[in-house]
């Protein structure tokens, strides 16, 4: 039998550091973080070589005091809690107390502090767990950390990183998604010499997410604002047009605090869901505020995933405010023809004020010589300078807004930086979405009714409807679909479901934990006109379906509602039953290529104007679409 013993301290410091530190990105997190808790206004975070060579953080916060440094350095040691039970009420990023003793575990390390009360600064290295200086210094209020060479004591760990630029992407996106958890921070990145992003600070979250994806986002978002005792959420919702192919462009946050949740996911995107297609997933960017004991941060040492002390609340609140936000504006995509050249070159691109955020630490002569090994440019050292008297000023110059943005012609290439989000696009000849909204007078209205032209049928699938100075084109097969599936859900809703028996009733096995779901659930299946009783031994007789479900496989049915059930909050119809009344509602309406009268034509528009959301099919394609009078006339030059 082996000899157990114990491990020594520089495997365990190493063993620990692998749990937080596992890429250059998880070094910046939890620097950052530690400078938001700080009290920092303006951060600034520099790496090169995808922060394996060096990563420098840069704040204006309260710095660490002389007689602390070292005690911050140790395993455990945090200012954020000071026992167990305040982890009930965590208000702060950071409370481990294990980041910064991990990252000098792996990597040299150098800090150097300054608090507002102290004369002189810090300057304090580390190397691989070990001391190698301690000193004083001249510095500006704050602190600036400098991790140089990660993983340079630890080769099998520093072999299996990624390519620098995909090392620094991670980075990149960290540093947006903690700029857009605090707007009130103004966040500086440069990589690689080159300044990636520069937000203001100035509190403005359009503002951030302007600076971050440009025009285009910024242009398509609506607001939202929940205010309620246990939740309140303030932020926006990308409109449906600027959907994406996966879910990297969901942000959330909670008390500030970039996050990843199941339930959240689901809420967000089942508000979404009758207004983008399916396997699309939305752009938000939404701020909640909930008591710290709703919510647990604590399940995980990244701090990212959370759970919620009562999950049906959050999800129910989090998709009925986001398909309300939605009902109050009219989605017609607005379709305007490509733009020329000529316009497309006039995209505009953000311009980075010279704000006075903290800046690189101003070394001394025999740091130098250190930094140029790693082909860093060393700034000049002062000269005769006593320490004391090197002064910052942290005083932010006012960033122009959003609209004094906009309006900025276009500068001169050799004055700005041009993020790589926020280039011109080039000449595409598509069709370019926007969304009319409640400015606007609405074309699905009973005002409007009266008014409208129905002009005619084309290509045997759109009709074409003229009202004030739009021309709008109307899909029958989508139209027609959507009429069907609200009739569906309405039934269901009103507990007017017709029921079909089925002979002979199916039996179904189910699991302990399935058999307890359809227990807890009965009510439920019978409003949905599922007639089910038990059978003995954890088995069910079903004995008859929904009429609209009449012919489906029952068994596979009920294995999905059941598993609906079990994966997720359950609110009304479970996903997959209206998955299926889609399904059925495409299939029984009127086709594209197909020829209908102008009565029906009338009828069907008459019949929209009844629904709750008459601008998406139930797949998320869109009924409707418009065209002013204005690009119809640019087209054809009456208008320059």
């Known amino acids: 039998m082996a000899e157990i013993k114990i491990l020594s301290e520089d495997t365990i410091d190493k063993i620990a550091a692998g749990e937080v530190v596992e890429r250059p990105m998880s070094v910046v997190k939890e620097l950052v973080e530690n400078a938001m808790d700080a009290g920092s206004t303006a951060i600034t975070v520099e790496i090169k070589n995808g922060g394996i060579d060096l990563i420098r953080v840069t704040d204006n916060g309260q710095g660490i005091e002389a007689a602390e440094i070292r005690l911050a350095f140790a395993r455990h040691a945090t200012s954020k809690i000071r026992s167990a039970e305040d982890l009930t009420s965590l208000s702060s ?7 910064l003793s991990s990252i000098a575990a792996v990597a040299q390390v150098e800090v150097v502090t300054k608090t507002r009360a102290a004369l002189t600064g ?39 990183l990624k390519q620098p630029q995909t090392e620094g992407s991670y980075v990149a996106e960290l540093l947006e998604r903690l700029a857009m958890s605090r707007p009130d921070i103004s966040f500086k990145f440069v990589q690689n010499g080159q300044v990636k992003f520069h937000t203001p600070g100035n509190g403005d979250l359009k503002e951030v997410i302007y600076r971050i994806y440009g025009r285009e986002i910024a242009n398509h978002l609506v607001p939202i604002e929940i205010n309620e005792e246990r939740l309140s959420l303030k932020g926006f919702l990308g409109k449906p047009e600027i959907n994406r192919s996966n879910r990297n462009f969901e942000h959330y946050f909670i ?11 689901k809420a967000i995107e089942d508000g979404y869901k009758q207004y983008v297609m399916q396997h699309k997933f939305p752009f938000v960017v939404l701020h909640f505020s909930m008591p710290a004991a709703e919510v647990d941060v604590n399940v995980h040492p990244t701090k990212m995933e959370v759970r919620f002390s009562d999950e049906q ?16 504006k009219e989605l017609i995509v607005n379709a305007t023809f490509g733009k020329d050249t000529k316009e497309s070159k006039k995209a505009s691109v953000p311009v980075y004020d010279k704000a006075k955020v903290p800046e690189p630490y101003m ?4 740091e130098i010589s250190s930094l140029n090994k790693l082909g860093l440019p060393a700034a000049e050292p002062a000269k005769k300078v006593t320490p004391f008297v090197m002064d910052f000023d942290y005083e932010k110059v006012k960033e122009p807004t959003l609209e004094e943005t906009y309006k900025v012609k276009e500068p001169a290439k050799s004055d700005v930086q041009v993020p790589e989000t926020t280039k011109p696009l080039e000449n595409i000849q598509i069709m370019e979405a926007t969304q009319s909204t409640l400015f606007e007078e609405q074309f699905l209205s009973e005002t409007a009714k009266e008014t409208y032209d129905i002009l005619g049928q084309i290509f045997g699938t759109y009709w074409i409807v003229s009202y004030a100075d739009r021309m709008y084109l109307i899909d029958q097969h989508a139209a027609h679909e959507k009429v069907k599936y609200e009739r569906l859900i309405k039934a269901i809703a009103e507990k007017q479901v017709l029921t079909q028996s089925i002979m002979p009733p199916v039996i179904l096995q189910t699991s302990a934990k399935e058999e307890q779901v359809i227990l807890e ?44 059930m079990m994966d997720g909050p359950l609110t009304g119809a479970p996903e997959v039953v209206m998955n299926k009344l889609a399904s059925m509602a495409c299939k029984a309406a009127v086709k594209g290529n197909m020829k209908i009268s102008h009565a029906e034509a009338v009828k069907l528009i008459d019949e929209l104007l009844t629904l709750e959301n008459p601008y998406h099919c139930p797949h998320g394609r869109p009924t409707i679409i418009s065209m002013t009078k204005q690009e119809i006339e640019k087209k054809f030059k009456r208008i320059v």
Not at 313 to 328: A, C, D, E, L, P
């Open 122 to 160: 810090i300057r304090y290295t580390i190397e691989g767990a070990m001391e190698k200086d301690f000193e004083e210094v001249g510095a500006p209020d704050g602190t600036t950390f400098l991790v140089k060479n990660l993983f340079f004591n630890t080769p099998v760990r520093r072999k299996f």
């Open 93 to 99: 990023m950071g409370f481990r107390g294990e980041a």
């Open 313 to 328: 609340y959050v999800y129910k609140t989090v998709m009925q405010n986001i398909i309300s936000t939605f009902r109050s």
């Open 363 to 366: 070394v001394q002569p025999k």
């Open 255 to 265: 008390n500030a605090r970039y996050v990843k949740s199941k339930v959240l996911a």
């Open 521 to 564: 659930h009965l009510d439920a299946f019978l409003q949905m006109g599922f007639e089910i009783e038990e059978f003995g031994d954890h088995a069910f007789c079903l004995r008859a379906v929904p009429v609209d479900l009449y012919g489906c496989s029952y068994q596979e049915l009920f294995r999905e509602l059941m598993d609906e």
